[in-house]
């Protein structure tokens, strides 16, 4: 029970920064109305957040390592709080973008001190891996919730509602943090690596921003040109710099870890295709199948409950199958599910003709998305796991961009409904799902990669196969 008791509080975490995912989605063309977005501004609603919390959460986790875990979880909640608070009470576009921009931040604060808690009140093995899934599914359930909850609250109560909701779960952490989480007693000693911090957290956000904008503006223009140039710069004076800083903000050796490295290349290719399938699953919801928000919600209970049983399931086959065979698997009933997510796609279908392959692609990506957080941990010393959380966690943003941006670019008639109508969706639609399949299956070669004996504590034997 002692231990219990914190794990509530951590799924918490992990539900808040899930949510917000979901939630501010389907407020947003009261939120144009209200404050006087322009159809092109208003996509920063979005962004403002998505690029500080994708170009920060590496120096989130760093700071988890060196000030203190419960620490960075309390400020994190507290800045998520605050600018939840400014976000209701905006009454022009920019001050919501800006408070967007801090909610973000708290954001890449929050997630790796949080995901960084979990792993290390556990020890490595079974104790870790039902952490880990706890953790899992509140994240699983927050992106439902938040899609459901974004409805029910702008239809009742108008958009300033689903940013005031955040501000007393927010509260209700930040004073429960103090009871139920050890104390981070003293900070670690060491210098801290602002060169790289410096490099790493400006290369990091200006790939996000260019990935998040390169669809809309075009690959080839200058608001997007200069700063993806401008980040691959600097991050390969981020690597320079990590190599020869004796207080590097990502060690690099932590990737000679072979869990570290192959979780890595899993959680880039999970982002790039299985992490955006909801995307378009609720443009089909809503412009084929003319669901309103509250239904759109609702119909995401479907491939929830496929996430929520492939993050049980995971727990139970790692010991079985291995880090490994598990994460294969997970890999082959994603890529599966989603295929046939693609072939039921329908402009006169029905839900019920869409459930089965969006609960086999939830399922495959619950299994997957718990393998991948446990394999990133393994074999990492305490004191650097906040590292390699916000290693994990800025790799899935990343990946999440570049993959949109992909299949955005697939789905080419989504973005003009009125050129062939609902056929036409459909077909970008089935053209965006096989391509996910197809790029996922990339994930194998990740999954080869995994050391094929799993460390006896995820077992409690003196070892066993991975693969």
Same mark, same amino acid.
């Given at each position: 029970?002692?231990?219990?008791?914190?794990?509530?509080?951590?799924?918490?975490?992990?539900?808040?920064?899930?949510?917000?995912?979901?939630?501010?989605?389907?407020?947003?063309?009261?939120?144009?109305?209200?404050?006087?977005?322009?159809?092109?501004?208003?996509?920063?609603?979005?962004?403002?957040?998505?690029?500080?919390?994708?170009?920060?959460?590496?120096? $989130?986790?760093?700071?988890? /390592?060196?000030?203190? =875990?419960?620490?960075? +979880?309390? %400020?994190?909640?507290? #800045?998520? *709080?605050? &600018?939840?608070?400014?976000?209701?009470?905006?009454?022009?576009?920019?001050?919501?973008?800006?408070?967007?921009?801090?909610?973000?931040?708290?954001?890449?604060?929050?997630?790796?001190?949080?995901?960084?808690?979990?792993?290390?009140?556990?020890?490595?093995?079974?104790?870790?891996?039902?952490?880990?899934?706890?953790?899992?599914?509140?994240?699983?359930?927050?992106?439902?919730?938040?899609?459901?909850?974004?409805?029910?609250?702008?239809?009742?109560?108008?958009?300033?509602?689903?940013?005031?909701?955040?501000?007393?779960?927010?509260?209700?952490?930040?004073?429960?943090?103090? $009871?139920?989480?050890?104390? /981070?007693?003293?900070? =670690?000693?060491?210098? +801290?690596? %602002?060169?790289?911090? #410096?490099? *790493?957290? &400006?290369?990091?956000?200006?790939?996000?921003?260019?990935?998040?904008?390169?669809?809309?503006?075009?690959?080839?223009?200058?608001?997007?040109?200069?700063?993806?140039?401008?980040?691959?710069?600097?991050?390969?004076?981020?690597?320079?710099?990590?190599?020869?800083?004796?207080?590097?903000?990502?060690?690099?050796?932590?990737?000679?870890?072979?869990?570290?490295?192959?979780?890595?290349?899993?959680?880039?290719?999970?982002?790039?295709?299985?992490?955006?399938?909801?995307?378009?699953?609720?443009?089909?919801?809503?412009?084929?199948?003319?669901?309103?928000?509250?239904?759109?919600?609702?119909?995401?209970?479907?491939?929830?409950?496929?996430?929520?049983?492939?993050?049980? %399931?995971?727990?139970?086959l790692i010991p079985r199958l291995g880090l490994?065979?598990?994460?294969?698997?997970?890999?082959?009933?994603g890529v599966a599910g989603t295929g046939l997510?693609?072939?039921?796609?329908?402009?006169?279908?029905?839900?019920?003709?869409?459930?089965?392959?969006?609960?086999?692609?939830?399922?495959?990506?619950?299994?997957?998305?718990?393998?991948?957080?446990?394999?990133?941990?393994?074999?990492?010393?305490?004191?650097?796991?906040?590292?390699?959380s916000g290693l994990s966690s800025t790799v899935?943003?990343?990946?999440?961009?570049?993959?949109?941006?992909?299949?955005?670019?697939?789905?080419?008639?989504?973005?003009?409904?009125?050129?062939?109508?609902?056929?036409?969706?459909?077909?970008?639609?089935?053209?965006?799902?096989?391509?996910?399949?197809?790029?996922?299956?990339?994930?194998?070669?990740?999954?080869?990669?995994?050391?094929?004996?799993?460390?006896?504590?995820?077992?409690?034997?003196?070892?066993?196969?991975?693969?």
């Amino acid at each position: 029970m002692r231990s219990v008791i914190p794990l509530v509080l951590l799924g918490l975490g992990s539900m808040i920064t899930a949510l917000d995912f979901t939630i501010v989605y389907v407020a947003l063309p009261e939120i144009g109305r209200a404050l006087g977005f322009s159809s092109h501004d208003l996509q920063w609603v979005v962004s403002a957040y998505a690029v500080p919390f994708g170009g920060f959460l590496l120096l $989130g986790g760093r700071l988890s /390592d060196l000030l203190g =875990r419960r620490r960075m +979880f309390v %400020l994190g909640m507290l #800045l998520y *709080g605050a &600018a939840s608070l400014l976000g209701g009470l905006a009454g022009t576009p920019g001050l919501l973008v800006g408070a967007r921009a801090v909610q973000g931040l708290g954001g890449a604060v929050l997630m790796p001190a949080t995901l960084s808690l979990v792993v290390t009140m556990f020890e490595e093995g079974r104790a870790r891996n039902r952490a880990m899934t706890v953790w899992a599914v509140c994240g699983a359930s927050g992106m439902s919730v938040g899609a459901l909850l974004g409805g029910v609250l702008t239809g009742a109560f108008g958009w300033p509602a689903v940013f005031f909701v955040n501000v007393p779960l927010a509260a209700l952490a930040v004073a429960a943090a103090f $009871g139920v989480l050890a104390p /981070d007693g003293a900070r =670690r000693a060491g210098g +801290f690596d %602002l060169p790289g911090a #410096l490099t *790493g957290t &400006a290369g990091v956000t200006g790939l996000v921003f260019a990935i998040s904008r390169g669809a809309e503006w075009g690959w080839g223009s200058t608001g997007v040109l200069v700063p993806l140039l401008a980040a691959v710069a600097l991050l390969a004076a981020f690597v320079r710099i990590e190599a020869r800083s004796r207080s590097p903000l990502l060690p690099l050796r932590l990737l000679a870890n072979r869990h570290t490295s192959a979780a890595a290349a899993a959680i880039l290719v999970y982002g790039m295709t299985l992490q955006c399938v909801p995307y378009f699953l609720t443009l089909h919801f809503q412009d084929v199948l003319g669901y309103d928000a509250m239904q759109s919600g609702l119909a995401f209970l479907g491939p929830t409950l496929g996430i929520t049983a492939g993050n049980l %399931l995971g727990e139970r086959l790692i010991p079985r199958l291995g880090l490994r065979g598990t994460l294969l698997l997970s890999v082959l009933v994603g890529v599966a599910g989603t295929g046939l997510l693609a072939l039921s796609l329908s402009a006169d279908g029905t839900y019920l003709g869409l459930l089965a392959g969006a609960v086999g692609f939830g399922l495959g990506a619950g299994l997957s998305f718990t393998t991948m957080f446990i394999l990133a941990a393994t074999g990492v010393a305490g004191h650097e796991q906040g590292a390699v959380s916000g290693l994990s966690s800025t790799v899935l943003q990343a990946g999440s961009g570049v993959g949109l941006a992909v299949l955005v670019a697939v789905a080419d008639p989504v973005a003009d409904p009125g050129a062939g109508g609902a056929a036409a969706m459909v077909e970008g639609l089935r053209g965006a799902f096989l391509t996910a399949a197809g790029i996922a299956l990339l994930g194998l070669l990740a999954g080869a990669a995994i050391p094929r004996r799993t460390p006896a504590a995820l077992t409690g034997r003196s070892g066993t196969s991975g693969g």
